[in-house]
T-cell receptor, first 111, second 114 residues
Framework: QQQVKQSPQSLIVQKGGISIINCAYE??????FPWYQQFPGKGPALLIAIRPDVSEKKEGRFTISFNKSAKQFSLHIMDSQPGDSATYFCAARNTGNQFYFGTGTSLTVIP | DSGVTQTPKHLITATGQRVTLRCSPR?????VYWYQQSLDQGLQFLIQ???????AKGNILERFSAQQFPDLHSELNLSSLELGDSALYFC?????????????FGDGTRLSIL
């Protein structure tokens, strides 16, 4: 059973556009929600993370929106650039320090 | 460069065999995490060690085991290998035991079972 559901599986965006990736979860014991960026041949790299007591967190062009009541969170990439083309994973951690990852979104930004 | 070193980069072996994957965390990091990434299962958390002690356990099979040594490097042992164990295995490290601290991932070991 997938604990964290991520969509879409793939996304194509024009340069300068907004990329939006969504995740949903069921387990209310999750208390930390990171997003990772992964380039081919590399390990995932932490992009941005949020705790459930905050509804939004912004770091540069990357924003996490968190809706605790709906158990959903999303990553917004503003002014998307070709260099942002990568696979993005959302994740959630429970109070037992176990991590659950979404299935990933392959983002392609077209010049 | 994340500072996390994983060896070997590639490993090819046969079913039924046993392999050991090695991870050296970033200098100063006390915590090590192991993950498995496969096409059908995605990225799965296996296990976490903090300063030599097991801290959290995920979807790790009984055929798999890990340990963290006094010098803080870690090894993931996979035994009685099956075709389905073919995957990328990642190690990550963080400074503390709680994972609010950023995890820094290595570039992985690609395991192929023939």
């Amino acid at each position: 059973q997938q604990q964290v559901k991520q969509s879409p599986q793939s996304l194509i965006v024009q340069k300068g556009g907004i990329s939006i990736i969504n995740c949903a979860y069921e387990n209310t014991a999750f208390d930390y929600f990171p997003w990772y960026q992964q380039f081919p041949g590399k390990g995932p790299a932490l992009l941005i993370a949020i705790r459930p007591d905050v509804s939004e967190k912004k770091e540069g062009r990357f924003t996490i929106s968190f809706n605790k009541s709906a158990k959903q969170f999303s990553l917004h990439i503003m002014d998307s650039q070709p260099g942002d083309s990568a696979t993005y994973f959302c994740a959630a951690r429970n109070t037992g320090n176990q991590f659950y990852f979404g299935t990933g979104t392959s983002l392609t930004v077209i010049p | 460069d994340s500072g996390v070193t994983q060896t070997p980069k590639h490993l090819i072996t046969a079913t039924g065999q046993r392999v050991t994957l090695r991870c050296s965390p970033r200098s100063g990091d006390l915590s090590v995490y192991w993950y498995q990434q496969s096409l059908d299962q995605g990225l799965q958390f296996l296990i976490q060690y903090y300063n030599g002690e097991e801290r959290a356990k995920g979807n790790i099979l009984e055929r798999f085991s890990a340990q963290q040594f006094p010098d803080l490097h870690s090894e993931l042992n996979l035994s009685s290998l099956e075709l389905g164990d073919s995957a990328l295995y990642f190690c990550a490290s963080s400074s503390q035991g709680t994972s609010n601290q950023p995890q820094h991932f290595g570039d992985g070991t690609r395991l192929s079972i023939l």
